[in-house]
Structures are given as C-alpha cells and as structure tokens.
C-alpha cells in the first residue's frame, strides 16, 4: 500500500554466496600405533605379492613416509569432499598410515598422478563424460604402481605414484563408501567374494569395513616395517610410469 506521492518505496536484494571448496589435511592418523597383530580376522585379498624362495611379500606403502596427495575438486560441490575427507580418516585409523593432503588440481582423470607438485596420490571426483571407464554400472577406481626387489636377501615389494576416483553422480548416500573401497584398492587390497566386506565387488549393504577388510588393511599398514628405498623409486614414483594397478571386471564397482 502507499500513502500519496511522498511515500518511498525500499527494494532489498539478498545476494547468495557459495562457500568455496576446501579440502580438510586431516592431520595425523588418530591410530599412530598400530596393534602388533590384526584386531579382526575375515576374508581379504592382496591384489599383488611377489615371491623370491621362500619369501612372499604384498606390495604396499612404505608406512614411515605420509602418503602425500592432491585433489581434483573440480566436479565436487561441499559436501562429497567432506565424505571424502571423512573415508580418508577411516582409512587412517584402519591403517595408521598418515594422509597430507597438498593441494588441489584439475588433472589426475586419468588416474595419472600430475607432475612437478610432490604428490604421491591423486583423488578424484569425476564423472562418465569426463572418464569413460566410469560408463554404465562402475562408480569408482582405485590403484597404484608397483615395484619389487631384494635388498641384502630380503625381498621388498611397495606401492606408489596411485589414485582414486568416485563417480559424481553417485549418490552422496553411498559416496563415503566408495572412497574407502577405492582407496583400500590403491593401498593395495583387492576383491574378496563375501557379500559382507566392503571390499565386496559389489556395493550392497554394507555399512562400512568388515572384519577382512580391516585385517587386510591391518597388512598393508603401518603394523608393517618400513619400506627401505626402491632402486626403481625414480620410475614408479614418476608421473606417467608404470600402469596402474586397476581391479578388473567391474573395474570398479
């Protein structure tokens, strides 16, 4: 209503401003020592070993070293990223191995660990268009390079230069859980066929990691002896190296 041609009129405009992506560092494992053997048993898988005589050892991560990572956000709105930071800090306190996260990029579709910026890992959020190996059912991929040797007559094998990757069009109700399964595969662990464990090749009901899940990450943590260096650190370590070492089948999930 007005009152006459004195009245005045007062238009208020609300500007809405979106919170920029961030990505948590976590810090330091809440688990920084390990129990000296696994605190559940179950159904697990290594997905590589290597043997020399009578010496098998499961390629993994060196745990006196923090695995360093980048992040491509780019897809990503606040709330995925927070599901990620969340299955990162389960997968530490399962592991005891420490994650750092050291920057964002807007490479690593490939699972390729982007040059010159002291990474280790690349986590990804991308989408089919983007990815085509995410085409049809496959939500997510995990991997990672690895390498074996013997050193004094011990044999070595380790991990490095991986990544992880989960489909943005998945819903955010089931997000959190395909990080964890995608990043225990880049730690590592592979398949098993008990419809229980999170590292089930099928995403059902699980509600997280099953007791395999966490006595194989228990095997490929930091319970484990440091890795000494490789003397093909220089090759798998460097973006664009050996192939990475991705779940077949389903490719993932």
Do not use: K
């Not at 390079?145 to 094998?157: E, F, K, N, Q, R």
């Amino acid at each position: 209503a007005t009152s006459g041609p004195s009245s005045s009129t007062t238009t208020t405009t609300t500007t809405t401003t979106t919170a920029p992506i961030t990505v948590d560092t976590l810090g330091a494992p809440s688990t920084t020592l390990p129990p000296p053997a696994s605190p559940t048993s179950g159904s697990f898988a290594v997905r590589t070993t290597s043997t020399v005589g009578d010496q098998t050892q499961p390629a993994r991560w060196t745990p006196c070293e923090p695995i360093e990572y980048l992040v491509n956000a780019d897809r990503a709105t606040p709330a995925p990223v927070a599901l990620m930071n969340q299955a990162i800090a389960i997968v530490e306190q399962a592991t005891a191995l420490d994650f750092v996260f050291v920057g964002l990029t807007s490479e690593g579709l490939d699972l390729v660990v982007p040059a010159g910026r002291g990474a280790d890992a690349v986590l990804v959020f991308s989408d089919a268009s983007a990815t085509p190996s995410l085409a049809g059912s496959v939500i997510g991929l995990g991997g990672s390079a690895s390498s074996a040797w013997v050193d004094g007559g011990v044999l070595w094998a380790e991990r490095s230069s991986g990544g992880a990757m989960v489909d943005v069009d998945a819903g955010n109700s089931i997000q959190q859980r395909i990080w964890m399964h995608e990043i225990a595969h880049m730690l590592g662990l592979g398949h098993v066929n008990d419809p229980a464990e999170l590292m089930y090749f099928s995403l059902g009901s699980q509600s997280g990691f099953g007791p395999g899940d966490l006595e194989g990450l228990w095997n490929v943590g930091a319970a484990q002896p440091c890795i000494p260096e490789s003397p093909f650190a220089a090759a798998t370590r460097a973006p664009g190296g050996p192939v990475l070492d991705l779940p077949t089948g389903d490719a993932d999930w």
